[in-house]
Nanobody, 116 residues
Framework: VQLQASGGGLVQPGGSLRLSCAAS????????MGWYRQAPGKQRELVAR???????NYPDSVKGRFTISRDNAKNTVYLQMNGLKAEDTGVYYC???????????WGRGTLVTVSS
C-alpha cells in the first residue's frame, strides 16, 4: 500500500493550494479517504473525509473553505484549500479508511505553511 501526498508549499493568507494523494496497492474505490493535518505541538486532526459513496464531511474550522474530491479512475484524492489562514499551517496527511474491516493506511505528509 502506498499513499503519496503532494502539493504543499508556502502560501500567503487568503491564498489557495490544492493537495493530491495518489494511492496504490488496495481497492481505492472501496475506501473512504481522509485528509488530516498536524500543526506544531498539536494532535493530528481530521480536516475532510470523502466516503466511497461520495458523501463528505468537514469540521467547522474548514467548512466552506476546503473541498475534498476523489477520482476513482486515477486512484487519487484531492483537497482544494481556499481562503487559507495562518492556523491552517501544518503537515497534511491522507489516510485510507475501511472501518468495516478495520483497515487504515497513512501516507507521508506534505507541509503547508500559511504566512506572509
Amino acid at each position: 500500500v502506498q499513499l503519496q501526498a503532494s502539493g504543499g508549499g508556502l502560501v500567503q493568507p487568503g491564498g489557495s493550494l490544492r493537495l493530491s494523494c495518489a494511492a496504490s496497492g488496495f481497492t481505492f474505490s472501496s475506501y473512504a479517504m481522509g485528509w488530516y493535518r498536524q500543526a506544531p505541538g498539536k494532535q493530528r486532526e481530521l480536516v475532510a473525509r470523502i466516503r466511497s459513496d461520495g458523501s463528505r464531511n468537514y469540521p467547522d474550522s474548514v467548512k466552506g473553505r476546503f473541498t475534498i474530491s476523489r477520482d476513482n479512475a486515477k486512484n487519487t484524492v484531492y483537497l482544494q484549500m481556499n481562503g487559507l489562514k495562518a492556523e491552517d499551517t501544518g503537515v497534511y496527511y491522507c489516510r485510507a479508511e475501511r472501518i468495516i474491516t478495520n483497515q487504515f493506511y497513512w501516507g507521508r505528509g506534505t507541509l503547508v505553511t500559511v504566512s506572509s
